[in-house]
């Protein structure tokens, strides 16, 4: 019997999964994505740190981590039996697994968000977002759970299947064990991760963050997408931006592996994502590498993104000059 009081902490991430409901092809699949991030972490302690020679998709050059990251995701779902299409940041293609869709799930992932962060030792992270049959490219909304790996000073998962988001945290044994659940963030924050240049924000971007900052929030800003939303749930707060700016209208973070996963996390833990139009996860992907800006985190603040995003294009389209 676990002892009274402690019992929490002894929920193992299979056990919770199925105390949820979750059916067992995607019970199995949230845990082979587990698996495989105690091979990723092993390789950013101890891999390579040079690059592969060769780059990606967006012309990024890939590191070996990344190369070796994707591909030990890529063998783990590969093997799962209950994938039926996968495609990551790092691939060129969806990679078919199996033609029968039934009861099988389509996964999207970024093996190794932020890797470049490695070699000066910050955190960084897996993301992954999962689709039921076969179809990728659907509107994130539609996504039946979404998980990321935070490899950080510890290394934590978090996930959802729709039924509120749950943080568990890796232990000794290497095994996930729940640390928090049902996390909620509230509806407006102190805190601003602002990603790309601010020479290069529209006026209404300048505008919201200029708002933002006459409000007193703080910087927090580690340049790592899962480090950066993880804080905002965690301390419950908080909004992150990667705007489209002057020379990037479609900003740098991709829609299908990155920003839809965050935004079922964050809108399960009552907040909201945004392109700064509509939200992210309303957004019919046209083409797998798709990108797209973001405002991301508590409601109110991201609200207000919209808003001033909004009245700065009206005042464009009617000739408003900003300063009158
Ligand atoms: O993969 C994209 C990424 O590395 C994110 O983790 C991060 O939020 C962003 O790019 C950082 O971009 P920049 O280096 O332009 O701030
Ligand atoms: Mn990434």
Redesign the pocket.
Known sequence: MPKPGKTKFQIDLRRHLREHYVNENLTHLICEIAEASKYIIHSISTGDLGVAGTSNLYG?QQLELDVLADRIMRKRLDHSRVVANMMS?EMDEIIPVSPDCDGKYSVAF?PL?????VDVNLA??TIVSIFEGCDLLQPGRRQVAAVYILYGPRTTLVYSVGKGVHEFGMNMLREYTLLQENIMIKPQGNLY?P???RNLYTPGVEAFVTKLEKRGVKLR??????P?INQILLKGQGI?F?PHLQNMPEG???LLF?LSPMAYLIEQAGGAASDGRKPILDLLPTQIHERSPVFIGCKKDVAMAEEMIRKFENDKESGVNKNS
Request: proline share 0%.
């Open positions: 990024e940041e970024d968000d932020g890797s470049s962060l960084v992270g991760s990603g790309g240049q800003y580690s340049g790592g997408f899962v950066d992150f990667y740098k973070l991709r990155e």
